[in-house]
């Protein structure tokens, strides 16, 4: 990889597959893994995506993957899959940046000039462990998969936290997903037992379903006002943290629904369809905002997207 510097990397991986019986398979992997673009993590904001160079090295990790999976009857599978992953050389934004930034040149203003990203950052590692399942349906009036991961990710920065580790915002320690898909022609033969099963029709009825158990923030243990200068009277208002990432959000539950209608014209297939996102108009929380203007802190918690209906058509072709 080539920007203002160049990397060459070596990255050795492995993996294995062993048939125990005719409908059970184990599997194991590991591997060396390098990334050359940074995602760096944004309060509120989207992240945003910054390419290694002179000033930040390439991220590294290790991974090690096992995993078991095994055909069960009524074209049902299990997959269960346990991981543990390594990372070195991650970065986040150094919140006191100005203080450590270092200009290199002066323009003819003699404003000063900055050309690299010293001081902008810290750089940290940090692992995940995890243990994922799924079971799963690929044929039938009735398809989709049901699954469930456990998790846990930690970061530590240098001179962050007390050199102590913590959680990401991204981190979730349990997470499930439900996903079905059911073809109504199908279903409906299937119900009331019509000879002609398997004849799949139009209409399509889909659901899914996530819940997340809340993401970590950091709570203002504090908050005081800063005056700009003796010559204005305006005043600033700051916060001074508590632990980083030390309470959580309230989990993330949505259900979104939708019915697709499927038609071949020639070699293009059409559809299109009605969507309800968040169908059960939960109040997911985004953020946090604390006030401290009024003594006692108000505590102001942004809700995402409410009930959401949508309309589109995909076509293939």
């Known amino acids: 990889f080539s920007s ?57 990790a290790i991974h090690g993957i096992v995993g078991y999976q095994q055909e069960l009857r009524s074209n049902f599978q299990l997959e269960v899959e346990a991981y543990w992953k390594g990372y070195q050389e991650i970065y986040e934004f150094n919140q006191t940046f100005l203080t450590a930034l270092q200009e290199t040149s002066h323009d003819e203003d003699q404003n000063p000039i900055f050309t690299n990203a010293k001081g902008i950052f810290n750089k940290g590692d940090g692992d995940s462990i995890g243990l994922e399942m799924m079971l799963r349906k690929d044929s039938g009036a009735l398809t989709g998969w049901a699954a469930y991961s456990l998790a846990r990710t930690e970061y530590r920065f240098d001179g962050i936290n007390g050199d102590r580790g913590f959680s990401p915002r991204h981190d979730r320690t349990h997470v499930i997903n439900l996903v079905a898909n059911v073809n109504l022609a199908n279903a409906w033969q299937k119900l009331h ?31 005081y006002f800063v005056r700009t200068s003796p010559a204005q009277p305006g005043t600033m208002l700051r916060y001074a943290p508590t632990v980083i990432n030390n309470v959580r959000l309230p989990a993330y539950v949505r259900l979104d629904v939708s019915l697709t209608w499927t038609r071949e014209i020639g070699t293009w297939t059409v559809a299109p369809y009605v969507q309800l996102f968040n169908a059960g108009n939960r109040s997911n929380v985004w953020f946090v905002d604390y006030d401290f203007r009024n003594g006692l802190p108000d505590v102001d918690a942004v809700s995402m997207f409410p009930l959401l209906p949508t309309l589109g058509v995909n076509l293939t072709f």
């Open 4 to 60: 203002d510097k160049s990397f060459q990397d070596i990255a050795p991986r492995l993996a294995v597959k062993h048939r125990l019986t005719d409908a059970i398979n184990l599997r194991a992997s590991t591997g060396i893994y390098f990334q050359y673009l940074h995602r760096i993590p944004r309060f509120i904001a989207t992240d945003i995506w910054i390419a290694s160079n002179e000033d930040l090295d390439r991220s590294r």
């Open 193 to 223: 037992d019509q000879p002609k099963l398997g004849v799949r029709g139009p209409w399509r009825l889909s659901g899914s379903f996530v819940y997340g158990s809340g993401q970590p923030i950091t709570e203002p243990g504090s908050a």
